[in-house]
């Protein structure tokens, strides 16, 4: 009897041990089977062309694109790219180009939404915001934790696909751009570089802050978030429309302030300058963590090569460059010169 009882408890856990033979085929990330998610450390869910997981107690979802000749040998950077207020996950993937980034640079990239929610008492539809400081909306008047958000989203990517940990970047297009420049500051032990488009940093310095490059992209004609000033952004968080310093910042100056927090000497250098942009910024700065303000002339509040194509009015008032501005594959260019291993520091991808 004593060794039919021993035969058993050998043959459970031998089988537990081979493939976790009373596995219920959840995918959830919690146990499943067939995917690989029962070594993940972070439950998931999958809905489409989404990946979820619960986080505070609300679903947040991302959108991932890679490449089909990818080399699963191969580990390759990854890029979080960020939409803008009242816009998704899919409105910005066909915006802003990083797609094809990727297929020609070999990266992956994700596409996270951040929370919808109210903005006004008028409001008649929900729209999406990220927390990137006191803008934007209900997310920074709730004190959403985005930064925690996207570091699970980047923990969770570094799990289920071969990703080089050196080289995790971050971009995106206004409130998607302050929250890429939040992140440069808070997460500065996870991102390489970030570079951005159309917004600036609008929360404060933190001491654990390590210097990392930053390129932000900005047209000068921005009906929105405007090149001299923050003011037309303060409607969105109402504790901020006495506080003078939400009506300071524009892209020099958010230039100037990233010089600073990266201890950056010397005068302002030109690195480029045509009849379509310039490129200004910083290079002697601590750990070689440069700074880029990239002004495009004729551009308004979307300077990306395409249109926004959202099916609303308001999405066709923002024009992009047309092709005449790659700013994509500038902010690309500019990023991936920097790793987190010296070492390798600006080799190509492939």
């Not at 459970?12 to 219920?24: E, K, Q, R, Y």
């Not at 990703?163 to 500051?185: H, K, T």
């Amino acid at each position: 009897m004593r060794r039919a009882v021993a035969g058993l408890m050998l043959a459970i856990l031998v089988c537990n041990a081979l493939a976790g033979c009373f596995g219920d085929g959840d995918t959830s990330g919690e146990g499943g089977v067939g995917d690989g998610s029962e070594d993940l450390s972070i439950p998931y869910t999958e809905d489409g062309i989404f990946t979820c997981i619960d986080h505070d107690n609300l679903t947040r979802c991302w959108q991932t694109h890679v490449p089909e000749d990818l080399d699963p040998e191969v580990a390759v950077p990854l890029i979080i790219d960020m939409h803008g207020y009242a816009s998704d996950s899919t409105v910005h993937r066909a915006l802003s180009s990083f797609n094809d980034i990727a297929d020609e640079e070999g990266a992956i990239v994700v596409y996270p939404d951040g929370v919808s929610g109210y903005n006004m008492e008028w409001d008649q539809e929900e729209n999406q915001a990220w927390n990137a400081g006191w803008c934007c909306a209900h997310s920074a008047r709730d004190d959403i934790d985005d930064v925690d958000f996207i570091e699970k989203v980047v923990n969770l990517s570094m799990e289920m696909h071969n990703v080089d940990a050196d080289r995790i970047y971050a971009s995106g297009w206004s409130n998607g751009c302050a929250m890429a420049q939040r992140l440069a500051m808070e997460s500065s032990h996870v991102f390489a570089a970030i570079g951005c488009m159309a917004f600036y940093l609008i929360t404060d310095h933190v001491d654990y802050y390590a210097p990392i490059p930053v390129m932000e992209v900005h047209g000068f004609l921005d009906q929105v978030v405007l090149y001299e000033t923050t003011a037309f952004s303060i409607p969105f968080n109402e504790e901020m429309w006495t506080n003078p310093e939400a009506y300071d910042t524009g892209a020099i100056e958010n230039m100037y302030e990233w010089g600073a927090h990266n201890g950056c000497s010397g005068p302002v250098e030109t690195f480029e300058l045509n009849a379509l942009y310039s490129i200004q910024g910083f290079d002697n700065c601590v750990s070689n963590a440069s700074v880029r303000l990239m002004t495009i002339y004729a551009a308004q509040h979307n300077p990306y090569s395409n249109d926004v194509d959202d099916g609303t009015a308001l999405g066709d008032i923002f024009i992009g460059t047309q092709g005449l501005v790659e700013s994509s594959h500038l902010v690309w260019d500019f990023m991936s010169q920097y790793s987190k291993d010296t070492e390798t520091e600006g080799l190509p991808l492939r």
